[in-house]
């Protein structure tokens, strides 16, 4: 029987913060799926296509990437766990401020389904500072983030963020 976790989020867009939690992730299950949320509470940046799209970008020819799928849902993120026959949802823990948020969304995901398990991994130290947020944050005010995303994210963004009348 093959363990599989679903590792769910708006990746708007994805970070090395993510894939270094999926690499992770990888050392305890036989395959991790990126479940991108089409229609997240904020609004996001890129569109779910592009989103999907720099997900695919970033993943491509990584050393993993035959146990590496990418899905996406709407609605409940339990149901679209249950629907692939998975039982774990997998997410990262950066610092205390993060805490709050996935302390409720754990127990409401359990409220919703007792089949189902969220499994927290730390953030690797490298990427303890970097979000989705704030790396939109800083290209937009002119900083470099190479290093921090995929040169195909890196690409996206810069191009996003010069178009006339952008703001995150
Ligand atoms: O990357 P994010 O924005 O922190 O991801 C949050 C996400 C999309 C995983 C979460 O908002 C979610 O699961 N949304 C789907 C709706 C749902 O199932 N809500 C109940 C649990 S909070």
Redesign the pocket.
Known sequence: MKKVAVY???FDPITNGHLDLIERGLKIFDSIVIAV?AN???KPLFTFEERLEMINASIEGHPMQSRIQVGSFNG???DYVSSIKANTILRGLRAISDFEYEFQ?AL??RKLSTEIETLYLMTGMRWIYISSRIIKEVVMSGGCVTGLVSPAVEKRLAERLKEPNRSL
Do not use: D, I, T, W
């Open positions: 769910p989020g708006s949320a997240p509470g904020k409940l993120l339990v969304m409401m995901n």
